[in-house]
Nanobody, 124 residues
Framework: QVQLVESGGGLVQAGGSLKLSCVFSGRTFSTYAMGWFRQAPGKEREFVASIIWNSGALTNYADSVKGRFIISRDNAKNTVYLQLNSLKPEDTAVYYC????????????????WGQGTQVTVSS
């Protein structure tokens, strides 16, 4: 079955950067659209970014991160990345990697698989 394992979170000062990674296994990675979500303390999980299957030529971002975060994928490594730049304290959250249902719907409306999350903490 599909498994997702995130890494790369940590503590960073405001204005700093982090790069998150998510390794996909169990199915053919290139056929899945991938997404990143986050959940801040006391808040519901929110969408951050998504990337289309195969080449990843199409991406989508939440307005709150547009211009600061970059989603990318490396199919040879079965990995999706999220580059977080110009971090703000309000970016503090657990970041989750997700895979869609492999049905080639763009943008995905439903995700079928989730990682366990990686903590990103941005200090003032």
């Amino acid at each position: 079955q599909v498994q997702l394992v995130e890494s790369g979170g940590g503590l960073v000062q405001a204005g700093g950067s982090l790069k998150l990674s998510c390794v996909f296994s169990g199915r053919t990675f290139s056929t899945y659209a991938m997404g990143w979500f986050r959940q801040a303390p006391g808040k519901e999980r929110e969408f951050v970014a998504s990337i289309i299957w195969n080449s990843g030529a199409l991406t989508n971002y939440a307005d709150s991160v547009k211009g600061r975060f970059i989603i990318s994928r490396d199919n040879a490594k079965n990995t999706v990345y999220l580059q977080l730049n110009s971090l703000k304290p309000e970016d503090t959250a657990v970041y989750y990697c997700a895979a869609d249902l492999g049905l080639r719907n763009w943008p995905p409306s439903t995700y079928g698989y989730w990682g366990q999350g990686t903590q990103v903490t941005v200090s003032s």
